[in-house]
């Protein structure tokens, strides 16, 4: 198959994109002829890959979204494609993956946590208006043929505020590496990361992975910190966002116990240092790192409004914070994995989860839905 992929960018910190590099590389792998459409991405010495630089005009969000669904749009309409698959919010797809939620849920999940005149003033704001509108011709024109949802709970954002046919909305859960994310990294790189970080052997290390703190609930994790019950723990954030802003959430007598840090490629090594992960998500489609984590051996706290709640099991192979706002809840679920055997089991369990999502399977999902698309146009 000739497939066209449409994604912004590509960052070596970022999930989704990492995500989208493995899944990419799989179908070239597989003999599928790949176009990568893209501003900005890495190169891939693939045979089967292809880059197209698609223009971008970056003054501000609003025109950077305009033009690149413009000129992504005329860039794949100059060739033909069994497959044109967007990651992004454009004009031009028979694939839609839907890797970054509903945005209208997740403004509706936003404004609950602002002021009403800020909440309003979303509803007012130029970028917004436009992704919803982009969004809404998605779903409701008729011409996307597949959307590709990666999570149950990401389908039923999208039946409750779109009308859009159930049939044509297939969920496909993202996939992991389950070599490189592995509970046996903790032998290789435990006690290298630990030195790093100048985190005590015996120390609770707590780990936070994530860009755009307000989405992934970093105010209510900083906050539970004081109703935690040990004293022995560590809490390591790392991403990308208003640092200075946000740990002052944190009780000022705990602050020295958190931990800033750049994304970095090699996430890997820094589960295998990690006891606990934490994600308490406002509004997560799935949460890559989730099952990164899960893979690495590690109990899991995330959240009702988080796809990846769809496949954890609450107290088996992971935690479900019924209400991210909550510290004292976030707390709550964190307060019961300092018990060494209970992290023990359900980081055990977690893997047992992760091993059902391979990069394999979900590539093979994906190219059945291609080749239901092309059997249906006759191809």
């Known amino acids: 198959m000739k497939i066209a992929i449409i994604r912004q960018k590509f960052v070596l910190y970022g999930g989704a994109e990492q995500f989208v590099q493995g899944y990419i590389q799989q179908l070239a792998e597989a003999g599928h002829d790949i176009h990568i459409f893209a501003n900005q991405w890495s190169s891939s010495d693939h045979p089967n890959i292809h880059l197209h630089h698609v223009r971008t005009f970056k003054l501000n969000a609003f025109i950077r979204t305009l033009s690149f669904a413009w000129f992504a749009a005329r860039a ?7 497959i044109i698959q967007s990651h992004e919010k454009t004009w031009e797809q028979s694939v839609y993956r839907v890797g970054d939620g509903c945005h209208k849920e997740w403004l509706e999940q936003r404004k609950r946590f602002l002021p009403v005149l800020k909440g309003l003033s979303l509803s007012f704001n130029p970028f917004h208006r436009l992704i919803l509108k982009l969004e809404k011709n998605i779903f409701e024109s008729g011409q996307c043929r597949k959307f590709i949802a990666i999570s149950q709970m990401v389908k039923n954002d999208i039946l409750k505020h779109y009308h859009c046919p159930q049939e044509n909305i297939s969920v496909v859960y993202n996939g992991v590496d389950l070599t490189r994310f592995h509970p046996e990294n903790k032998n290789i790189y435990r006690e290298n990361i630990r030195k790093e970080l100048e985190i005590p052997k015996n120390s609770v290390l707590i780990l936070f992975v994530g860009s755009g703190f307000e989405r992934k609930g970093l105010k209510s994790l900083l906050q539970a910190t004081q109703y935690f019950k040990s004293k022995d723990w560590r809490l390591v954030i790392m991403g990308k966002g ?54 690495s051996g590690l109990p899991v706290i995330t959240t009702r409004h988080c796809g990846a709640a769809d496949i954890i099991q609450h107290r088996q192979n992971g935690l479900i914070v019924e209400t991210p706002e909550s510290s004292e809840e976030v707390a709550e679920n964190i307060n019961s994995l300092f018990d060494p055997t209970v992290r023990q089991t359900m980081g055990q369990n977690g893997r047992a989860l992760a091993e059902q999502f391979s990069v394999g399977k979900n590539t093979r999902e994906m190219v059945k839905v291609y080749e239901e698309i092309i059997a249906s146009q006759g191809k």
């Open 76 to 82: 794949v309409g100059k060739e033909s494609f069994d």
């Open 242 to 295: 208003k640092w200075k802003k946000y740990i002052h959430f944190a009780p000022e007598n705990l602050r020295s116990q958190i931990i800033y840090k750049e994304p970095v490629p090699d996430i890997e090594k820094y589960y295998a240092a990690t006891d606990i992960f934490a994600l308490p998500s406002i509004y997560e489609p799935f949460g890559n790192a989730n099952l990164e984590a899960l893979a």
